[in-house]
């Protein structure tokens, strides 16, 4: 098979998601930019699963950020416990809503540097928040898209997010990096899975460095 060069590697494999994956949206269950704000810090570490099961009973009780910006840690905590790092992600939410309250007047900036001001929100999360409802040419790297792009051989030797997010948007026309951060992400999650990666039944083999470098091999055996 022709070598590709890098632009043809990347344009093969975004035609790929264009054609199969037309749609491709977060999992993370919202109604406006305060909301997915809070799932996105729920987030880390955690499930989309399990963040989807706390939200609801959240915003019920904390609809906005004065409102959670008001509320005592004890019963933040309460409704956050079933996630991972609660007590962090409690101190973080509560801080979080007062700095849109003091700072933004209770509206989330689109500015990711901005954003980064906010406890609990760091790079990744800002861009999620940036591309998401802002449609910003930013890509958040979590690590479903640290690990897909390696295997597809989308980055080389990326050793953190900020690494691989910088080889990815490269490469990426503006246009598609929003919808690009969910096809990676949910290609990871359903299809490149970390340990198990469904190689046999995934359109993109032919692409990939990971499947031609070796797991072809153990799989035909």
């Not at 499930?47 to 840690?73: E, G, W």
């Not at 597809?152 to 953190?160: E, F, I, M, Q």
Request: with cysteine; net charge positive.
């Amino acid at each position: 098979m022709k070598k590709l060069s890098k632009s043809e590697h990347f344009k093969n494999i975004l035609q790929y998601f264009e054609k199969n994956m037309p749609v491709a949206e977060t999992e993370l269950q919202y109604k406006n930019p305060y909301q997915l704000l809070v799932a996105t810090i729920l987030s880390a570490q955690c499930t989309d699963k399990r963040v989807n099961m706390i939200t609801p009973f959240f915003f019920q009780h904390l609809p906005n950020a004065l409102a959670l910006s008001k509320a005592q840690p004890e019963f933040v905590f309460n409704l956050v416990k079933s996630c991972s790092y609660p007590n962090n992600k409690t101190k973080n939410l509560i801080g979080m809503a007062q700095a849109l309250v003091d700072k933004f007047n209770s509206e989330v900036p689109s500015d990711i540097t901005l954003l980064q001001t906010l406890p609990g929100v760091g790079r990744k999360t800002a861009n999620v928040i940036a591309s998401v409802i802002f449609n910003k040419p930013v890509l958040a790297v979590d690590t479903h898209v640290f690990r897909v792009s390696a295997r597809l051989g989308l980055t080389t030797g990326a050793k953190n997010p900020l690494q691989t997010e910088k080889q990815l948007v490269k490469y990426i026309p503006d246009h598609l990096i929003p919808i690009a951060h969910h096809w990676l992400i949910l290609h990871g999650r359903y299809v490149c899975m970390a340990r198990k990666p469904k190689c046999g039944e995934c359109g993109l083999k032919n692409y990939c460095h990971f499947y031609q470098n070796g797991i072809k091999n153990e799989i035909l055996l």
